[in-house]
């Protein structure tokens, strides 16, 4: 396979969705061991937002067909990073679209 050939796009979403699926496990790790010492910072709230909107829609979409997004079970922990996925990805996917569309243009100048 050929890196090169991707577009920006799919770079930015395989980029995004590992990078951030890495940094939203570690910064829970971290978080869930130090917040009795210290709160929560508010820019939390804007790192885990997009991960909170995929999880919420794929909950009340598998809600609907009649399957409980339980995290003891194993078809809850595969939805769980599933999602994490997504949300690195789809915020990737803009990323990388939007240098594509600026990289593009100083070219054809």
Do not use: H
Not at 89 to 107: I, P, T
């Amino acid at each position: 396979m050929c890196w090169k050939l991707w577009p920006y796009w799919i770079k930015g979403g395989i980029w995004g969705g590992v990078v951030y699926g890495i940094a939203v496990l570690y910064l829970s790790k971290t978080m869930a061991s130090f917040s009795w010492v210290i709160p929560i910072p508010p820019w939390m709230d804007i790192v885990t937002q997009p991960f909170i909107y995929v999880v919420t829609f794929i909950g009340v979409s598998l809600r609907l067909i009649g399957i409980d997004l339980e995290l003891q079970n194993s078809v809850g922990m595969i939805v769980w990073y599933t999602c994490m996925f997504l949300s690195g990805f789809l915020m990737g996917v803009v990323v990388g679209y939007l240098y594509g569309k600026f990289k593009n243009r100083r070219k054809v100048v």
